[in-house]
């Protein structure tokens, strides 16, 4: 036996434990690592016909577990792991490699090398980040690591989830895994989850999120608590044209892409951080009212006074978030100490009240003389917890930033929170005309430029804060900085004043036919029948263009109607 085969059945032995060493739930990542280290030791030193069933599978649901967390390759860097794991994995074992196809051939992995042959050419470079490679392909099958953890998603649209019944055809399922197969993108645009998810993006993404990080394993959260978490939190968002649970969701996903893209937040963010990150992303503008806080405090509203006119509605997001916590069924901390709960709560509330735009450059001015004090000393020095960037920080930074994050997103993405956004700004500028207060700055659509505003926004407020989070996210720059250049020259009042008049046209349009059919919902409520049978040349009160946009949208309720019987048909 050569000198590293001696050494692994050396090893084997003497880390060989009961039946149960390869449980991991409630390990840590640092222990999962290890049992998945000695589970691979007792492989190839004992091979698989002499281990048990239970070890064997222990086994396996151990590493694949491991092998699932995002965290993987910081911490086999950080314990020095990566070289011993990868040279086990890299085994050609033919022995292990029949046990592998036929153990997971319910996973459609058959052919073993032919899958480590098609994954090594697709995910080369993705692989390499993780150090791990034969053993992850065959057991996960063509996706990286970041796709692999996604897998698990799959049974929340399975047929028969008791949690999830967002979809009812196959098409549509089909249609969400797409959808969902690009998040970790930075262009992933989570408007496209709207109406497929039936207007429930921040649960599905919320779900999303915390099985790709692992949390409902690494911290014992049922399913059920999850969904029920977030469908609350997404139910607590008005109808506001900006400030609502899309934006939430945005937000939410925003803060996972910063996490998930950033090396430092990888090593020092536990499970219980990114649960408290994500959370506090979600829930950052939960019940907002659709006005600002200058709003709240110029008419004296009873929020202001609650919270003296500072971070008025920061405060209240946050407040009712852990109002909402004290309920068993919507706690989703439940099951972290005591201790680890205050820890999570304090992320949260400093991220959430860290939103308020009122802090914008002290944000800037802090982060940026964390990053300079971290730079001027020497590596592995003990920074002083003053000058260095910890956690909260780094949340709070993640979170305002992902808040304000729409002119960094590429330019389709942008342009519909621009027409959002400035629809909810025009609302408050009409009440405030309506109550005879000054209407705000930018607020008034009478005479606000549209390209002025955004112009000034990402050269004033955007752009210097994303130098100083590029710098600490140099992995996302490129993108940021493109982005933003695209946004700067982009024509938005042009763009604004053709989409403000189709909008407004097909209001109008809807409004009317809603008046005509008693009960209706506007065109979109129209059965076919009834769409079929509206007159639109007689409809006298439409000029030519509205008259057009009325065909249009009566032919989308024809043909919805017409697919839908389709699909109960078959």
């Known amino acids: 036996m050569e000198k590293h085969d001696e050494e692994i ?37 004992r091979g698989y016909n002499d281990l048990s069933n239970t070890e064997l599978e222990d086994g396996f649901q151990c590493l694949k577990s491991t092998l699932s967390s995002p965290m993987l390759g910081v911490m086999m860097a950080r314990h020095g792991a990566q070289e011993d794991l990868q040279k086990k994995l890299d085994t050609e074992d033919d022995d292990v490699n029949d046990f592998i196809a036929g153990h997971y051939a ?39 690591p970041k796709s692999a953890a996604r897998q698990r998603t799959s049974s929340f649209f399975a047929e ?12 549509e399922k089909d249609e969400l895994e797409q959808i969902l197969r690009g998040v970790g993108n930075w262009s992933f645009d989570v408007w496209d989850l709207v109406q497929l998810t039936n207007d429930q993006p921040l649960l599905v993404m919320g779900m999303e999120l915390i099985k790709r990080w692992n949390i409902d394993v690494d911290l014992h959260l049922k399913d059920g608590d999850i969904s029920t978490f977030f469908r609350e939190i997404e139910n607590g968002y008005l109808d506001n044209p900006y400030h609502n649970n899309v934006h939430g969701a945005d937000v939410m996903y925003t803060v996972h892409c910063f996490m998930e893209s950033s090396k430092r937040m990888h090593e020092e963010l536990s499970s219980k951080d990114v649960l408290a990150a994500l959370v506090a992303a979600a829930a950052h503008d939960f019940r907002h009212d659709g006005v600002n806080n200058a709003f709240h405090v110029n008419v004296g509203s009873e929020l202001a006074t609650l919270y003296n006119d500072r971070s008025v509605l920061e405060n209240m997001h946050a407040a009712e978030l852990f109002k909402l916590c004290k309920e068993d069924k919507f706690n989703i901390f439940k099951t972290l100490g005591q ?41 592995g020095a003990d920074i002083p917890d003053k000058q260095r960037i910890d ?53 008034d659509r009478h005479n606000t430029m549209v390209s002025k505003t955004q112009g000034g926004f990402i050269d004033f407020i955007i752009k210097p804060i994303y130098k100083v989070w590029g710098e600490f996210i140099p992995e996302l720059k490129e993108q940021f900085d493109s982005n933003l250049e695209v946004g700067r020259s982009f024509d938005w009042d042009t763009f604004y004043a053709e989409k403000k008049d189709t909008a407004n046209l097909l209001k109008k349009v809807k409004q009317m036919i809603t008046v005509k059919e008693e009960g209706g919902e506007g065109v979109e409520g129209l059965s076919a ?24 949208e009566l032919i989308k309720v024809k043909e919805k109607q017409g697919g839908e019987q389709r699909v109960e048909e078959q």
């Open 391 to 443: 956690k909260y920080h780094m949340i709070e930074m993640a979170l305002h930033c992902a808040d304000i994050s729409n002119p960094a997103k590429p330019i389709a993405v942008y342009q519909k929170w621009v027409l959002v956004v400035m629809n909810e700004f025009f609302a408050q500028g009409d009440r405030e005309r309506d109550l005879g207060m000054p209407i705000s700055p930018m607020f």
């Open 9 to 45: 059945a050396e090893r084997a032995k003497i880390a060989r434990q009961p039946v149960t060493q390869y449980s991991f739930r409630g390990k840590s990542l640092k222990s999962s690592i290890k049992m998945s280290l000695h589970f691979v030791d007792d492989l190839l030193a």
């Open 529 to 552: 029948t009834r769409a079929a049978s509206v007159d639109v040349e007689g409809e006298e009160e439409l000029d030519e263009a509205e008259r057009e946009l009325l065909k249009q």
């Open 106 to 144: 319910s996973d459609g992995i058959h052919d073993v090398s032919l899958v480590q042959r098609k994954v090594k050419a697709k995910f080369n470079n993705a692989m390499k980040k993780l150090k791990v490679n034969i053993m992850v392909k065959s057991m996960m099958g063509h996706m990286s």
């Open 339 to 379: 201790e680890d709960f205050k820890d999570a709560r304090k992320i949260v509330t400093m991220a959430i009240l860290g939103t308020d735009m009122t802090k914008h450059f002290n944000h800037i001015a802090d982060f940026q003389s964390r990053l300079q004090a971290e730079g001027d000393f020497a590596e």
């Open 160 to 171: 028969g989830s008791t949690h999830l019944k967002l979809v009812h055809t196959s098409q």
